[in-house]
């Protein structure tokens, strides 16, 4: 089991603030998935980072994937309550396996 | 409709019944997966089928049986579970093992 550690665990903001979510592990992924996960419901895949360094932007969230994929980050500008949820990193590994990290829980106060 | 459809979406059961879980999807994927999420605890692979053969057992206990028919349907067949086995369990598919998953909404399973 590849284990990917999520910080921070709880976040509540208010609207308009920005924030930045980290993914790390000591283990190296050959590709790093985000997704965001609402009550009642499975997780949704945002985004698939790939390349060591890859910067990938999808609206007001961007993903960043660590240079020796390890690690990655999200960062949401202007967060909406819309953003609302918990959010998952997980990187394939091994036989192209997926592994989850413990998850980032967010609050966006209107 | 997300392609994945899980049935039922709530389950109570007893420590000595027998139920079944269901999964389809409608995406022409290749692989198969059943995942369990618990409260406070990272989402924990536990069966992978590809091509519906099962490639990957994470060290599930045998109370937990699963089965695919075929590429399209995926079951989870539960028999004399444990209070601890209470949680979400959610099915995948994607179009081969390491790309983008696609979930269904899940399981919500109480043993009483």
């Known amino acids: 089991t590849q284990l990917l550690e999520q910080s921070p665990q709880f976040l509540s903001i208010q609207e308009g603030e920005n924030l930045t979510v980290y993914c790390n592990s000591s283990s190296v992924f050959s590709s790093l998935q985000w997704y965001r996960q609402e009550p009642g419901e499975g997780p949704v895949l945002l985004v698939t980072v790939v390349t060591g360094g890859e910067v990938k932007k999808l609206k007001r969230l961007t993903f960043q994937f660590g240079d020796a994929r390890k690690d990655s980050s999200l960062h949401i500008t202007a967060a909406q309550p819309g953003d609302t949820g918990l959010y998952l990193c997980a990187g394939v590994a091994g036989a192209n396996n997926l592994f989850f990290g413990t998850g980032t829980r967010l609050t966006v106060i209107p | 409709e997300t392609g994945v459809t899980q049935t039922p979406r709530h389950l109570v059961m007893g420590m000595t019944n027998k139920k079944s879980l269901k999964c389809e999807q409608h995406l022409g994927h290749n692989a198969m997966y059943w995942y369990k999420q618990s409260a406070k605890k990272p989402l924990e692979l536990m069966f992978v089928y590809n091509f519906k053969e099962q490639t990957e057992n994470n060290s599930v206990p045998s109370r937990f049986s699963p089965e695919c028919p075929n590429s399209s349907h995926l079951f989870l067949h539960l028999h004399t579970l444990q209070p601890e086995d209470s949680a979400l369990y959610l099915c995948?598919?994607?179009?081969?093992?390491?790309?983008?998953?696609?979930f269904g909404s899940g399981t919500r399973l109480t043993v009483v």
């Open positions: 995948a598919s994607s179009q081969n093992t390491g790309r983008g998953y696609t």
